[in-house]
T-cell receptor, first 113, second 112 residues
């Protein structure tokens, strides 16, 4: 069964304290891995798509990387406004014709000033 | 601005009532989706549509119905058959099923 697991469930950082969020996946044929940011009471906001092992993408203080078994979202020198829930999702070749994404449960990040 | 608009933001349903959540997009996307989000659980797919006048059941379609009469619109009806409808509902769209999926702001449904 296709599965996506995110860790940790919750992460508290001091402003400027860099860290990484993990997304491990067990799927039959990865087509793409997606990272979203979700603020409380709002819809997920798209951040990155990764398609192949070794691929990296960056946006401001965020950097996403992909291996054959997991993805990391690195947060460098975070600010309080980076506080949110970060969602990881995968699309597989088996489901790519449907557009179905398999989501992890998310990591809730809190950055204290 | 292009985007996905969901309405209403908050909706209350009485027992035995059907309610309809609206979703409109002006991104010219062909594919549209409805996901449900519950606390402590990942998003789960309710229904999806790849093209006008066609839609398919997702993983948790029981108690829900949809229509896709226009490319821009994909309303979701939560019927009285849905036993646990209280949740956060998210509409999404993509240019094609394998492209990046973008989400609306969500609708909260509460049973009273």
């Amino acid at each position: 069964e296709d599965q996506v697991t995110q860790s940790p469930e919750a992460l508290r950082l001091q402003e400027g304290e860099s860290s990484s969020l993990n997304c491990s996946y067990t799927v039959s044929g990865l087509r793409g891995l997606f990272w979203y940011r979700q603020d409380p009471g709002k819809g997920p906001e798209f951040l990155f798509t990764l398609y192949s092992a070794g691929e990296e993408k960056e946006k401001e203080r965020l950097k996403a990387t992909l291996t054959k078994k997991e993805s990391f979202l690195h947060i460098t020198a975070p600010k309080p406004e980076d506080s949110a829930t970060y969602l990881c999702a995968v699309s597989t070749y088996g489901s790519s014709n449907t557009g179905k994404l398999i989501f992890g449960q998310g990591t809730t990040l809190q950055v204290k000033p | 601005d292009g985007g996905i608009t969901q309405s209403p933001k908050y909706l209350f349903r009485k027992e035995g009532q059907n309610v309809t959540l609206s979703c409109e997009q002006n991104l010219n996307h062909d594919a549209m989706y409805w996901y449900r989000q519950d606390p402590g659980q990942g998003l789960r797919l309710i229904y999806y549509s790849q093209i006008v006048n066609d839609f398919q059941k997702g993983d948790i379609a029981e108690g829900y119905s949809v229509s896709r009469e226009k490319k821009e619109s994909f309303p979701l009806t939560v019927t009285s058959a849905q036993k646990n409808p209280t949740a956060f509902y998210l509409c999404a769209s993509s240019k094609a099923p394998w492209d990046t999926i973008y989400f609306g702001e969500g609708s909260w449904l509460t049973v009273v």
